[in-house]
């Protein structure tokens, strides 16, 4: 803290009195007594050696060292202000903000959210999608769902799943190629998200296959949806984690490629949360669903059942 700043109860006292022009006012609003705002003020004005009050009849007045300060500290504890209603616990209901791949977003996590908002109507959820780690210090997220490994600081990630990598393509592709083996992967356009390790490169090093995959590679994408998007238009075989295409496997909008020659490598999804988040409260209520959601406990919000369970707002 700067040096220069002390006499905070003074400081207080002074801020108060500049805004009623009055001691016994100031006194009333602090609960103090007269006596006790005279003599801090006092002590203050030894301290800058200036005086900060004038009496003009029966009415006191700022100096113009008064009205300099008085300025200064209405915008410092305005923003002190600010600062505490940041940190400050928030009440159960409000927004919510999630951020998570767009791929997962729009396959896994959207279909279901409407329960959550069913279930916790007085919480507005806000989905927001981006590929790459927030850092949720900066307080644009409470919740960020994530592939990778968090070490910031306070921050709490929950294992949420992990999935299987696999081959896909469309259905028409996979019918005009064939797959048989491998090498009939060789003939074919070849999609990969940006992530080495998850790369065609490991995928043919795992089955003993040597091969500049440069000369091979159609597309290397930058997310997930934009890989699923482009197999989708029949352009190539992508590799993909398997639970943001569940619903296009079930549909036959898109096939396996090769199932006999699984890929070794999975991919885990983690939820991230600040510990002392001021949203505490409705980060973990969304935490309870999703876990909830991924055991496979759905409940029909809108089942009578439900309803007469359903706890009041802040009481978890």
């Known amino acids: 803290m700067d040096t220069r700043v002390t006499h905070l109860k003074a400081i207080h006292y002074f801020a108060v009195a500049s805004k009623t022009l009055s001691y016994t006012k100031a006194a009333q609003e602090l609960f103090v007594s007269q006596a006790a705002v005279s003599q801090q003020i006092r002590l203050l004005e030894e301290h800058l050696g200036n005086k900060l009050f004038y009496r003009a009849g029966r009415d006191m007045q700022l100096t113009t060292q008064g009205h300099i300060l008085a300025e200064y500290l209405g915008d410092a504890f305005e923003l002190i202000g600010k600062g505490l209603d940041r ?53 644009n997220a409470d919740i960020d769902i994530t592939t990778l490994i968090d070490s910031q600081k306070d921050c709490r990630q929950i294992k949420l799943l992990e999935t299987n990598l696999v081959l896909v393509a469309s259905k028409s592709l996979a019918n005009s190629m064939r797959f048989d083996s491998i090498d009939d992967l060789l003939r074919c356009w070849l999609i990969q998200a940006d992530e080495s390790e998850l790369s065609w490169s490991a995928f043919f090093a795992e089955y003993g296959i040597d ?106």
Not at 219 to 231: H, Q, R
Not at 242 to 258: K, N, P
């Open 87 to 139: 940190v400050k616990a928030e009440p159960f209901a409000g927004n919510l903000s999630i951020i998570c791949p767009q791929s997962f977003a729009s396959s896994w996590v959207m279909p279901k959210l409407w329960r959550f908002t069913a279930m916790h109507d007085e919480i507005t959820a806000r989905l927001l999608c981006c590929d790459y780690r927030e850092d949720l210090r900066a307080g």
């Open 211 to 316: 091969t500049n995959i440069k000369q091979k590679l159609w597309a290397e994408v930058g997310s997930w949806y934009m890989g699923i998007s482009a197999v989708k238009a029949g352009h190539g075989v992508f590799i993909c984690p398997e639970i943001m295409i569940q619903d296009d496997l079930a549909s036959g909008e898109l096939v396996h490629v090769l199932p006999q020659f699984p890929f070794s490598k999975s991919l885990t999804f983690y939820m991230n949360y600040q510990e002392f988040s001021p949203r505490i409260e409705r980060i973990k209520a969304f935490e309870k669903w999703i876990l909830d959601e991924l055991a496979g406990i759905t409940i029909d919000p809108f089942d009578h059942r439900y309803q007469s369970l359903k706890p009041i707002a802040g009481k978890h």
